[in-house]
């Protein structure tokens, strides 16, 4: 059984960064693409940014595009999310998931995908 494991998040000040990462355990997770989701309180989970197994192709949410870059290293089977110039509303818990089957059309379906990590909370004050 594949297990994540987020960590990496934490409190940052408005325009400052964190690096938040996803540790994969119990099985070879290269094949499987990877996408970073996030829930505010009070709102639903939204999709964040996903990656190719390959690493080759990346899709981001439109209010993270530019400031927000998401990477895989399937050596240490763990992916990565680089945030930068964070604001304010980025506060949320953010998650990790992997999907096994899909195409980069259907990164964003949160329903899509097979494992899910715990979280790792992010706070941004203004």
């Known amino acids: 059984q594949v297990q994540l494991v987020e960590s990496g998040g934490g409190l940052v000040q408005a325009g400052g960064s964190l690096r938040p990462s996803c540790a994969a355990s119990?099985?070879?997770?290269?094949?499987?693409?990877m996408g970073w989701f996030r829930q505010a309180p009070g709102k639903e989970r939204e999709f964040v940014a996903a990656?190719?197994?390959?690493?080759?192709?990346?899709r981001n949410a439109d209010s993270v595009k530019g400031r927000f870059t998401i990477s895989r290293d399937n050596v240490k089977n763990t992916g990565y999310l680089q945030m930068n110039s964070l604001k304010p509303e980025d506060t949320a818990v953010y998650y990790c998931?992997?999907?096994?089957?899909?195409?980069?059309?259907?990164?964003?379906?949160?329903?899509?995908?097979?494992?899910w990590g715990q979280g790792t909370q992010v706070t941004v004050s203004s």
């Open positions: 990656i190719s197994w390959g690493g080759g192709g990346t």
């Open positions: 998931a992997l999907m096994r089957k899909g195409s980069p059309s259907t990164w964003y379906r949160e329903a899509q995908y097979d494992y």
């Open positions: 119990g099985g070879t997770v290269g094949s499987y693409a």
